[in-house]
C-alpha cells in the first residue's frame, strides 16, 4: 500500500479503532456489573440458607432440596468470580513492535488485535453470564423450596402441622369462609 493510500485509510482506521476501544470498554463494564450481582446473590444465599436452617421442624425432604438447590446456585455464583484470562493490550509489546510503524500500519493492528480480543473476552463473558443465570435460576428453585418446606412444617412425629401454634389447620374457617 502506498503512503497515499495509507493516508487516505487513516480517519477511517482511526474512526474503527475508536470504536473497537469503547466496545471493549463496554465489555469489562459488563463483566464488571456481572461481578456485583454475583457478589449480592452470594450473600442472599447465605442467608437464606441460614434462615432455613435456623426453622424447626420444617419438612426435612423439600429443606433437604432447597439446601441442594442453594449450594448449586452457590458453586456456580463462585464459578462466575474466578480468575479468568481476558485479553488485553500488551504496552510494551505493542510500543516495541509499532513504534516507530507509520500511523496507518499501527492502526491497522491495533483494529485488528482489539478485534480478536474482543472475540475472545466475549466468549469468556459469555459463559460467565450462562452460570450467573443458571446459579440465579438454581436460587429461585431453592428459595420455592424453602418457602415450601417452612409452610409444611412437620412436628416431631413426621406429622403435618398448623403454621400457627395453638390452631388446628382449619380453625377458624368455616365453609362460608373466616370469621
Known sequence: MTPEEQAQRLPT???????????LARQSTAGATIDTKTVFLLGFL?????????QKGVQPV????????????????V???????????????????????????????LAATRATMFEHNAALHRRRATRWTVSLVSAGVGIALSSAAIVMQTD?????????????PSAGVSPSGPH
Do not use: K, M
Request: aromatic share 6%; glycine share 6%.
Open 46 to 54: 447465605a442467608t437464606a440458607a441460614q434462615f432455613l436452617a435456623a
Open 156 to 168: 416431631s412425629h413426621g406429622e403435618r402441622v398448623s403454621p400457627v401454634p395453638g390452631s388446628s
Open 13 to 23: 482506521l482511526s474512526l474503527i479503532n475508536t470504536e473497537l476501544t469503547g466496545r
Open 62 to 77: 423439600l429443606a433437604a432440596a432447597a439446601f441442594l438447590a442453594y449450594a448449586i446456585a452457590c458453586v456456580l455464583a
Open 79 to 109: 464459578s462466575v468470580l474466578r480468575l479468568e484470562e481476558y485479553q488485553d493490550l500488551e504496552p510494551r509489546a505493542v510500543l516495541d513492535t509499532y513504534g516507530r510503524a507509520p500511523e496507518g500500519e499501527l492502526l491497522l493492528a
